[in-house]
């Protein structure tokens, strides 16, 4: 698990040769893949240079990286760059090659990751407690001392399509104590709660919506700032931070949801999608990921992922059904200082306590 998850599968290592953007026609002059590697970390340098065609004379040539410029030079002369303050994730490196007043331009993509590994943390279940099996869990969070729920209409093994809702939950008994449910065109996603409103992204309809926390009425429909899938949702108390399915974390102004940044989350060793829900403790986000019994701890400015617990267990607890699918629910109680974890179509809930790993 923990291999797959920190490496990944296929020719991704340090190593490998960057991965080529576009394609040229013959004999346009080329990024050199000499002394190149497709990974690199902070304060690492890149040497980029032309690979010149014998049939083309280069009169000047412009370096970008992700569309910055960085430098223009004589002539077919290299630049070197030292990847400081680049967001993690791909960079793209181009150049602009000029020659009598025509250009072409060559691009590639490397990694810029985190130079830490994350540390590996250990869990120990506090209780269990019921929760509705018939429940396809896109988010989790508590409200005081109910869970509010998120949930989804996916459809099981056995074509058994749930149900999108937002409810209010008894933590120890698993009965909602309020709940609406959505119309069955809405695939019901993530949830939050901020400023007495809660939050609720939808899959693919593009929009969010926005409830009053006490009647679950809703007040508002946003849309999404671009067309794009609402996986999960989080917020640190002033502003929102949203996922969809990428290695993109957004953070959303809550009032129009328009995006005010972003980061790509990332190991030091690959560059991590599927991020699905979260949770925010502490200053951090806690994620799962989808198809993974995995949890990370991601810091909120950078997209590192600091942390990881390896929850598969948990789902082997369960009652083992047709329609069981993935851990999909974090929910941190603040009063005990512990964390509710379930799944879609799970029949328990498992409160428990996270720690580092002894050396």
């Known amino acids: 698990m923990w291999a797959f998850f920190l490496i990944g599968c296929g020719g991704n290592n340090k190593h490998s040769a960057p991965s080529s953007i576009d394609n040229q026609p013959e004999h346009a002059p080329v990024i050199s893949l000499e002394g190149i590697k497709q990974k690199y970390t902070q304060g690492e340098e890149i040497d980029i240079k032309i690979a010149e065609s014998n049939r083309l004379h280069i009169d000047s040539v412009q370096y970008y990286i ?5 430098a223009t030079v004589k002539d077919s002369r290299p630049v070197r760059y030292t990847l400081s303050r680049e967001k993690f994730g791909k960079q793209i490196l181009k150049v602009s090659v000029f020659n009598k007043g025509a250009s072409i331009e060559n691009a590639i993509s490397v990694d810029y990751l985190p130079p830490t590994p994350p540390r590996i943390l250990r869990y120990k279940i506090i209780n269990t407690y019921p929760h509705d099996i018939t429940a396809f869990t896109q988010g989790l969070e508590f409200y005081g001392d109910q869970l509010m729920e998120s949930t989804g209409n996916g ?6 399509k749930g149900k999108s809702s ?10 909602p104590t309020k709940k609406v449910e959505l119309p069955d065109a809405i695939f019901g996603e993530g949830a939050t709660i901020l400023n007495g409103k809660l939050y609720q992204l939808t899959y693919k309809n593009n929009l969010a919506f926005v409830y009053d926390i006490n009647t679950f009425n809703r007040v508002k429909t946003l849309p999404y700032f671009q067309q794009m899938e609402g996986w999960g949702l989080t917020c640190d108390g002033q502003k929102l931070y949203m996922s969809d399915g990428s290695e993109h974390i957004y953070l959303i102004n809550p009032e129009d949801f328009s995006k005010i940044d972003y980061i790509r989350v990332a190991t030091d060793e690959k560059i991590v999608d599927h991020i699905n829900e979260m949770e925010w403790v502490h ?18 400015k950078t997209g590192a992922i600091e942390a990881l617990a390896d929850l598969s267990e948990l789902r082997e607890q369960v009652t083992q059904h047709i329609d069981l699918d993935v851990l999909n629910g974090i929910a941190y109680n603040k009063k005990s200082k512990t ?3 379930t799944g879609k179509n799970w029949d328990k809930i498992f409160e428990i306590s996270l720690f580092d790993e002894l050396p």
Do not use: C, Q, W
Not at 66 to 70: K, S
């Open 155 to 160: 459809i099981g093994v056995s074509g058994h």
């Open 66 to 70: 992700n569309d910055h410029l960085i």
């Open 283 to 300: 200053g951090k986000i806690y994620a799962n990921f989808f198809m993974e019994n995995i949890i990370g701890i991601i810091d909120p």
């Open 166 to 175: 937002i409810r209010m939950v008894n933590p120890k008994t698993g009965i």
């Open 339 to 341: 964390f509710f974890i």
